[in-house]
């Protein structure tokens, strides 16, 4: 299982790809294209999303990767500090 970090913004998201290998990020927009490109990079057996809660920024984000069946956890971000 590989852990992708993404820290969400109104207008972008930045997700932080991480393995033994290798550590990149990429920021995509915020927006149903943006997620479905970052959605073509990953895949639902092998990646697991994490992120903080953002109040409205992030719904659209978690709601689309629970669509394509993608494992999210969803953090307060006063308990990850």
């Keep these: 299982m590989t ?3 993404i820290d969400v913004s109104k207008a972008t998201f930045v997700v932080s790809y991480s393995s033994a290998r290798t550590g ?3 920021t995509f927009k915020n927006t149903v294209k943006g997620v479905h490109e970052f959605i073509q ?3 639902a ?3 697991h999303c994490v992120l903080e809660a953002t109040g409205n920024y992030s719904a659209l984000l978690v709601y689309l990767l629970s669509e394509a ?3 999210v956890s969803l953090e ?5 500090k």
């Design 3 to 5: 852990y992708i970090g």
């Design 45 to 47: 057996a092998e990646h």
């Design 69 to 71: 069946g993608i494992t």
């Design 41 to 43: 990079t990953i895949s």
């Design 76 to 80: 307060n971000p006063l308990k990850i």
């Design 24 to 26: 990149r990020t990429k």
